[in-house]
């Protein structure tokens, strides 16, 4: 099937809506698609729409926005966790070693704890780019899920071998798997925001990421405080096992969202991108009328992106833009 293109779309009245059984529309579906002449000036309001008045109007994605910060709060919790539980007396007790007449986990396999799980979230976050534009955002959060809960697996069950090396091996494993899940968790994450979130709700939402982060890691604090005062295996058991809870947030929300209608027009998917965009814009919004912008601006970077290459970031102009997303991760 040929899917139509930007100009049959910009002439068509849509008169038969496509739907699924999990969502109704109210729209008007003789309403006209916008022409070209007033599309910048609703594009400038749009940009200037207060933040109150752009959650009432696009109700439901800043509902997914919101959602889509589960997964966050579960990494900055993953973050703690595993930096903090290494201090727990009886998880040194069972992973560490006599040094200096007390219990302490060597200086070389902690280095591999801190160092191994962001070198994991570099690795899946490049994969994770490359694998949303292969089966969508929606699998790659739920790939990413899955592997997050075996990955936890390996770290819960690392304390069963007999052999202290053998504990640390597995959990060192389960460790930088996790953080592997954590870069194609995240980045499918902030591509699907960055994707369907308007202007007025992109700043906004993007936002969240590092205020979850924070809020995800002053609950793991408090985890593994109350886990210290246990004085057990059980303690630290727990909180690696309290990890599969978060991670059955994302699980679920991969389940329940909607694929980004921008990745399904990039890919030709014309009746499951009608259907995506009927549930995130509908009722309020004509949806066919949304899924044109999307066009639109897919049209537009690649006509200008048609022959970019990673190696173009750090060419001209475009140089200064890398250097100036580095600085802020850096910060």
């Given at each position: ?91 040194k ?24 799980p ?6 899946g ?8 534009n ?25 304390h069963?071998?007999p052999?202290?090396?053998t ?23 902030l ?19 590092p ?7 002053l609950?793991?604090a ?10 057990n ?17 994302p ?13 399904l ?22 949806p066919y009328?949304a899924l ?10 690649k006509?200008?992106?048609a ?25």
């Amino acid at each position: 099937e040929i899917a139509p293109d930007y100009v049959e779309l910009e002439t068509t009245r849509w008169h038969s809506v496509p739907q699924d059984d999990q969502e109704s529309t109210a729209y008007d579906p003789a309403q006209p698609i916008e022409t070209t002449s007033t599309r910048s000036t609703k594009n400038d309001m749009e940009t200037q729409l207060p933040l109150g008045q752009a959650i009432k109007k696009y109700p439901k994605i800043a509902g997914y926005c919101l959602a889509m910060t589960i997964p966050i709060i579960g990494w900055g919790y993953d973050l703690l966790v595993v930096g903090a539980i290494t201090g727990e007396d009886s998880f040194k007790a069972d992973y560490g070693k006599m040094i200096d007449g007390e219990m302490a986990i060597p200086g070389n396999w902690l280095s591999l704890w801190m160092g191994l799980p962001p070198a994991g979230a570099a690795a899946g976050a490049l994969l994770g780019g490359w694998l949303q534009n292969r089966i969508g955002r929606k699998f790659s959060l739920m790939i990413g899920s899955i592997i997050s809960a075996m990955a936890i697996a390996c770290i819960f069950f690392s304390h069963l071998p007999p052999e202290p090396d053998t504990k640390r091996v597995v959990i060192t494993v389960g460790l930088t798997f996790q953080g592997f899940t954590v870069g194609i968790i995240k980045t499918t994450c902030l591509t699907w925001v960055s994707e369907n979130a308007p202007t007025a709700l992109r700043g906004p939402a993007m936002a969240l990421f590092p205020t979850f982060t924070l809020i995800g890691q002053l609950i793991g604090a408090i985890v593994v405080y109350a886990v210290n005062q246990m004085g057990n295996k059980n303690g630290y058991l727990g909180a690696f096992g309290s990890q599969w809870i978060l991670v059955l947030g994302p699980f679920t929300l991969s389940c329940l969202m909607p694929e980004s209608p921008a990745h399904l027009i990039r890919t030709n998917q014309e009746e499951r991108a009608i259907r995506s965009a009927t549930r995130l814009f509908g009722p309020k919004m004509n949806p066919y009328s949304a899924l044109e912008k999307i066009r639109e601006t897919i049209e537009e970077e690649k006509a200008t992106t048609a022959s970019v290459s990673y190696w173009a970031c750090f060419k001209g102009s475009n140089l200064r833009r890398t250097m100036i997303v580095i600085l802020a991760n850096v910060i």
